[in-house]
Structures are given as C-alpha cells and as structure tokens.
C-alpha cells in the first residue's frame, strides 16, 4: 500500500532550473510534483492462469465486465479469447514465437489490448493504476530512476536473458524489487495504466518535433519497458504510447484495488 503524499513524478532536474542528469525524451519532462491519495497496487503482473480464470469465467461473452469502448472492440474483433490462444482437447495453447506450447498459469499475461486488460479488471473486482500511480510505485518516495535504486543492475538484463523470453514466473528477479514491494516492473512487459498519453504541465518540444505531439490524445500511456526493449530506455520515467486495440506489443498489465466508497 502506498500512503498518500505529494510525490514526484517526470524526469528530475540535476537542479532547480538545471539540465536533467539522465538522458530523457520531451515526453518525460518537466518533472513535476502532485498529491495522490493512498492506493494498494499489486506485487506482480498478471499471469496467464490469473487471466485464464477470467476467460473461463466467460470474461468475453459478458458484456457488463467491459466498458462501451471494450465492447465495441470486442463485437469488432470477435475475439473470444487473448490473441495466440487456441483451444486443444480442452487445454489451452499459447504461441511463444514460433512455438505453440501449453498455458505456463504462473508466466506473465502478455498481447493483451487495453479493453482486455481493463474488463480483467473489472472482472476481478479491481481497476488499473495510472500512469502517475504506476511511477509512483515503481519510484519509491525518493523519485528512483530503476525500481532497485539509481544504477542500471542487472534486473532488466537477467529478465531478458530468460530463455523464452517473456516466460519467468510473475513472482521471478526479487533483485529488481521496488521500494514499494512490486517486482518486474522493467524487463518483462509493457504495462497498461488508465491514463492518456498527454504532455506534462509545461512541455516542450524537443530536437525529435514529432516524437511526442503526433501522439498526444488518442493513444493510452504504457510504462516499465518488455524484454524486448533496449536497456538503455529501462528506466521508471519512461513512457510509451499505444493504441487502446493493440495486441502485437509485448504488453501486460498489473492491477490496483478499488477505493474504498
């Protein structure tokens, strides 16, 4: 559970004023500072068996676990199941690159659309983070540049050096633990947050002019990082936009309890 507080989130300053000590894009700066009330995010990722009991619990064919823009995509794609899932004598099959091979419950969720990721939600009674909550918990109190500290580590590279990739338990890499209790926010899979993906209060263009602008409004904001992105953008700033329908990325997600009413 994290308290709540006034935290910082975007890329900081060496000092007030001063250029950033890290090497960052337009879309993670100015750093800034906001209240967030307290919330309770989960440790680790979703896994496959976790998402398997949603869809065994007819997650598709129900339309009241999903939002108007998750319905419209599900009658739109008619998808009954995730992407890569297919039905064998009753047991399912998951593709991992050019391999199909049985449902691993205890590896991450990953090729999941926004709509998908938030009906799970619902379904279970919880609701996605922000993306501000997101930072938070993988950032600590002292605004961390990794979930372990202010180093780059190893955690990142051990996740990637995972043969397959993407196929580590949920509850795998403790040395990349945040300051919070969550592991695997960096390495493994990009993570779904509710936000859009707009600019910071005072940003600015940077030399790269359409790097972020195209972008701003319509696409939903993803944070952390998979396996398959260069180590040198793991970091907990770091955001990447995507289309809500999205399935091809190497996305998963983690959830947060509902507030209290």
Same mark, same amino acid.
């Given at each position: 559970?994290?308290?709540?507080?006034?935290?910082?989130?975007?890329?900081?300053?060496?000092?007030?004023?001063?250029?950033?000590?890290?090497?960052?894009?337009?879309?993670?700066?100015?750093?800034?500072?906001?209240?967030?009330?307290?919330?309770?995010?989960?440790?680790?990722?979703?896994?496959?068996?976790?998402?398997?009991?949603?869809?065994?619990?007819?997650?598709?064919?129900?339309?009241?676990?999903?939002?108007?823009?998750?319905?419209?995509?599900?009658?739109?794609?008619?998808?009954?199941?995730?992407?890569?899932?297919?039905?064998?004598?009753?047991?399912?099959?998951?593709?991992?690159?050019?391999?199909?091979?049985?449902?691993?419950?205890?590896?991450?969720?990953?090729?999941?659309?926004?709509?998908?990721?938030?009906?799970?939600?619902?379904?279970?009674?919880?609701?996605?983070?922000? =993306?501000?909550?997101?930072?938070?918990?993988?950032?600590?109190?002292?605004?961390?540049?990794?979930?372990?500290?202010?180093?780059?580590?190893?955690?990142?590279?051990?996740?990637?050096?995972?043969?397959?990739?993407?196929?580590?338990?949920?509850?795998?890499?403790?040395?990349?633990?945040?300051?919070?209790?969550?592991?695997?926010?960096?390495?493994?899979?990009? =993570?779904?947050?509710?936000?859009?993906?707009?600019?910071?209060?005072?940003?600015?263009?940077?030399?790269?002019?359409?790097?972020?602008?195209?972008?701003?409004?319509?696409?939903?904001?993803?944070?952390?990082?998979?396996?398959?992105?260069?180590?040198?953008?793991?970091?907990?700033?770091?955001?990447?936009?995507?289309?809500?329908?999205?399935?091809?990325?190497?996305?998963?997600?983690?959830?947060?309890?509902?507030?209290?009413?």
């Amino acid at each position: 559970e994290t308290r709540a507080g006034r935290f910082c989130n975007g890329d900081p300053p060496l000092e007030p004023g001063g250029k950033s000590i890290n090497f960052s894009f337009d879309n993670e700066r100015p750093a800034f500072e906001m209240e967030i009330d307290t919330f309770s995010i989960s440790k680790t990722l979703v896994s496959l068996g976790e998402f398997a009991d949603f869809v065994g619990d007819g997650g598709y064919a129900t339309p009241g676990w999903w939002s108007f823009g998750g319905n419209y995509w599900r009658r739109q794609t008619g998808r009954e199941a995730p992407v890569y899932w297919e039905k064998r004598d009753g047991e399912w099959i998951v593709r991992r690159f050019d391999q199909a091979v049985p449902l691993d419950p205890d590896a991450p969720m990953l090729h999941l659309s926004f709509w998908e990721a938030e009906a799970f939600s619902q379904w279970a009674g919880r609701r996605l983070p922000t =993306e501000f909550e997101w930072e938070i918990a993988a950032r600590g109190p002292k605004a961390l540049k990794f979930p372990w500290g202010n180093e780059p580590g190893k955690a990142p590279q051990v996740a990637m050096e995972c043969c397959p990739p993407g196929t580590a338990p949920v509850t795998a890499y403790p040395e990349g633990i945040s300051p919070f209790g969550c592991l695997q926010m960096i390495g493994t899979a990009w =993570e779904w947050t509710t936000s859009q993906y707009l600019p910071y209060p005072g940003f600015c263009v940077d030399m790269y002019a359409y790097m972020s602008t195209l972008q701003f409004g319509d696409h939903k904001t993803t944070r952390g990082g998979s396996f398959a992105t260069s180590v040198s953008l793991a970091r907990n700033t770091y955001r990447q936009a995507v289309f809500p329908d999205r399935t091809d990325m190497f996305t998963g997600f983690r959830t947060c309890a509902r507030s209290p009413k």
